[in-house]
């Protein structure tokens, strides 16, 4: 059956990921080998509203494979998120006569999707492009393998000097709901404890270890996801400090050095992959539907079932951790 996609709109939207800029490369030189036009909205959702928007083209896209951050910008836009702004936004649709509209973003991003579908007819699709990897339907979302490996460089280095001082470093990382960067990384790093929101009594299980440190550690690293019930790495450090006076015990925030930076491969390759079956999906008419890859395999997941899940983390991947770290 020939496709009726003949023009879409595209929008990165939430919080940014590194690997958005591939995905969006993909999304257009695939859109444009197929003879459809993209139409670009800067700034999310807010573009939209705005009607601030630029014709994609394959030149468009040159060179931005291997960036950060995401050439069309992001932002969180309030006005979209009422009735009448999303009415305004499907006015703004007609004027383009968009059959198509692929939006690069995390949770917050799809529920506005889903509830936008509800005033336009446009078919709807959704690349997952978040660094917390908490999205249900594809086993890494865009953005997470480079914040992992950001995560892990950075630590490596933070061993070196509490290897030379004989110290605990408290780290937090990005996870107000998850724990997903907190665990990898720590399995990566050799880290000695984690504290993570969907695991209770975290404080308890690390303090309980402080004996065996005495004898075998000369450093420790302790990674708190910011979401943890604690209360973040600040918090953690001083209930340390009061139980374990003897060990100097100092604190880093990573902080938003987990978006940026170049993509790893494995990034490119998702990210690219998820941008070529988005328009395909739109071809073959599915709508409301994020794309994913589980086990290799491209698959596509509901915007109502795609939203950010909190269960429990691998229990193997847990006890991993708790072996390894002794």
């Not at 006569?97 to 692929?102: N, V």
């Not at 925030?253 to 390759?269: K, S």
């Not at 941008?275 to 086990?295: D, F, R, T």
């Not at 983390?313 to 006890?319: I, S, Y």
Request: charged share 25%.
């Amino acid at each position: 059956m020939q496709s009726t996609v003949k023009k879409i709109g595209l929008i990165t939207s939430g919080g940014d990921s590194s690997g958005m800029n591939a995905c969006i490369r993909a999304i257009v030189r695939t859109a444009c080998a197929e003879g459809i036009e993209v139409v670009g909205f800067y700034r999310g959702y807010e573009g939209i509203m705005d009607n601030d928007f630029v014709a994609m083209t394959t030149e468009k896209v040159a060179n931005i494979i291997h960036r950060g951050g995401t050439i069309l910008k992001t932002a969180r836009s309030m006005r979209f998120m009422t009735e009448e702004g999303m009415k305004h936004a499907a006015q703004t649709f007609e004027k383009h006569q968009l059959d198509g509209f692929i939006v690069i973003g995390g949770d917050g991003s799809f529920k506005g999707a889903n509830e936008f579908s509800k005033y336009h007819s446009v078919k709807t699709v959704g690349c997952p492009g978040t660094i917390d990897n908490d999205l249900v339907g594809t086993d890494f979302t865009i953005g997470y393998d480079t914040a992992i490996n950001t995560v892990t460089e950075a630590i490596d280095k933070i061993r070196d000097t509490a290897e030379s001082h004989d110290r605990i470093f408290v780290v937090e990382v990005m996870g107000r709901d998850a724990g997903l960067i907190a665990l990898r990384s720590a399995i990566a790093c050799g880290a000695e404890a984690i504290l993570i929101p969907e695991r209770k009594n975290d404080l308890e299980i690390l303090l309980s270890k402080k004996k065996i440190w005495r004898k075998t550690k000369s450093s420790k690293i302790v990674i708190v996801a910011e979401g943890d019930e604690t209360g973040g790495a600040f918090e953690v450090s001083k209930i340390i400090k009061n139980e374990c006076p003897e060990f100097d015990v100092r604190v880093t925030i990573l902080g938003h050095i987990q978006r940026g930076g170049n993509p790893t491969c494995m990034e490119r390759v998702n990210a690219s992959l998820m941008g070529y079956y988005a328009v395909k999906a739109l071809q073959q008419n599915h709508n409301n539907e994020m794309i994913g890859i589980v086990n290799k395999k491209v698959c596509y997941t509901p915007f109502k079932n795609a939203v950010k899940h909190i269960d429990e983390l691998n229990p193997e991947m847990l006890t991993i951790l708790d072996i390894l770290s002794a």
